[in-house]
């Protein structure tokens, strides 16, 4: 019991006798020491600490030939601490300031995958994503000759595929509330600017269906017009997918839309036919 505390005490003594340490070094105006301390704290792994000391060296050392390692290390630091905005941020600053030394693609590169890791679940707000991808194909587009080139094309393809499935369930939450319309639309978006997706499928058979559906809710003026476009959906999907899982579902629906079409016709020539007689 009493070396437990008498451990205690020596730990707590460390730890005040460092603490006071570090505030004498941060009072300090030698520069040079502040850097070799920042530098052992990020070796260790320490970023608060570091962060502190690189923080206070940014200004007086901007001029001098140290400038160029603290914003590298500053922004690492950030990244250290999983503080993957204010990481990309530097990073940034960094290519900003020294575009032409051998950091600064490694920096260009980090600061658009930190924005990637920074990227929300898809059901949040994906400005982050957006810019992500904006920046990775920026990366991709400048330094063509990189060995980063197939990650970058990697990180783009899951981030696109976040959007995707963000779009997705949207367009499905339209669909389940009925109105086909916007379903209609934002298929059809998904389509257009996801043309490799591997839900075309999906899509094209929900495309018919939110048609077949927005047909039979129409005013009857309405319905012959948007039951056409529904077969024509149809046979898009059938096109395309000849032996679909959907096949047999689309074809009932299909034929109950030729039904429609041609009750409908049936309709119009009866009330051309009986105008006639009038005349």
Known sequence: ??????????????????????????KSDDSDKK???AIEY??????SHALQL???????MRATDKAQKIYYFYAYS??????YTLASYYFKRYVTNFPNTKEAEECAYMSAYCNALNSPEYSLDQTTT????????????TYTASARIPECNDLIDKLREKLEYKDFKIAKLYYRMNDYSASITSFNNILKDYPETPHKEEL?????????KYANQSIEEKKKE???????????????????QYLSEAKDLKEKSQKEIDLLNKKSQTTQVNSNKKL
């Open 130 to 141: 957006h810019d992500a991808i904006k920046e990775l194909q920026l990366f991709v587009n």
């Open 35 to 37: 850097y070799a301390k």
């Open 42 to 47: 990020y070796n260790k792994k320490d970023y």
């Open 226 to 244: 948007r039951h056409l476009k529904a077969i024509a959906a149809y046979n898009e999907f059938v096109q395309q997918f000849p032996a679909s």
């Open 78 to 83: 950030y990244y250290g601490q999983k503080d």
């Open 1 to 26: 019991m009493k070396k437990s505390f008498s451990f205690f005490l020596l730990l707590l003594l460390i730890i005040i006798v460092t603490s006071c340490q570090f505030s004498h070094l941060l």
């Open 54 to 60: 690189f923080d206070q060296l940014m200004g007086v």
């Open 204 to 212: 094209l058979f929900l495309i018919f269906k939110s048609n077949y």
